[in-house]
């Protein structure tokens, strides 16, 4: 073997990779808990690294990464949401695998549900505006940079500009169930099965900020696209229409 062969090889050693990947992804996540924390890093902070505060019951508040360490932690998250075990490791498996496949947004769209039980349009209102309802309830969530949703929840829960500014770079909120024992994850499941309406009727109001624009323009036959549309459909535009999405 000569020797551009042998490098050839030994950059393509998967081992080496994967070992190489987890372990500067571990210290990664152990060097950026300690520099918010100002605490050595332990356990899970090498994977869900500390942001410093804490949450009202004295637990630490954690960020997610974009690093594939995470994996196994989610897996076990949602095992444990359904129960433990090996039927609890199928099914949590199951909900794993479903959460990371494209065609989740398709059966959101079909069932008129998205993943927290809310309608995305109103079943009761014209197709058109059902139409428009989905586009403005769902698009900002699939179409916006993972890191401008990250960024978003950081500050609806009180991360303020350092939480989202950290979430924009890829270190979000961590889910809540990685800071919760097996338990407290298989109550919080069964609470949301069994106390939570699993379909919430559809809320008026805009939901990406696209009903202050595209959308409300569209209603009215206003700009290129409602104009377009309003034509097609035989419909003179009305600048006054104040429907509401």
Wanted: aromatic letters at 8%.
């Amino acid at each position: 073997m000569t020797r551009l062969q042998k490098a050839a090889y030994d950059a393509t050693d998967k081992g080496t990779f994967v070992t190489s990947y987890v372990g500067l992804s571990m210290v990664t996540a152990g060097l950026m808990s300690y520099a918010l924390s100002g605490q050595f890093p332990t356990g899970l902070d090498y994977v869900y690294p500390r942001n410093g505060e804490t949450n009202p019951d004295g637990r630490p508040q954690r960020l997610g990464t974009p690093f594939n360490t995470r994996e196994p932690v989610m897996l076990k998250g949602h095992a444990e949401e359904q129960g433990g075990g090996i039927t609890g490791m199928v099914r949590g498996a199951r909900q794993f695998l479903w959460n990371k496949m494209i065609l989740a947004p398709i059966v959101e769209w079909a069932q008129n549900r998205n993943f927290y039980g809310q309608q995305l349009y109103d079943p009761d209102a014209p197709w058109y505006k059902q139409a428009l309802q989905t586009i403005d309830a769902t698009l900002g969530d699939h179409v916006s940079p993972i890191g401008v949703s990250g960024a978003q929840r950081a500050l609806d829960t009180g991360g303020g500009v350092r939480g989202a500014a950290l979430a924009v770079a890829g270190f979000g909120p961590a889910p809540k169930y990685v800071g919760n024992d097996a338990r407290e994850n298989r109550i919080n499941e069964l609470y949301s099965e069994m106390a939570v309406p699993q379909e919430k009727p559809y809320q008026y109001g805009a939901k990406t900020g696209l009903g202050r624009g595209l959308v409300q323009g569209t209603l009215r036959g206003q700009g290129v696209v409602g104009g377009l549309v309003y034509k097609a459909m035989g419909m003179e535009p009305d600048a006054t229409k104040t429907e509401a999405l």
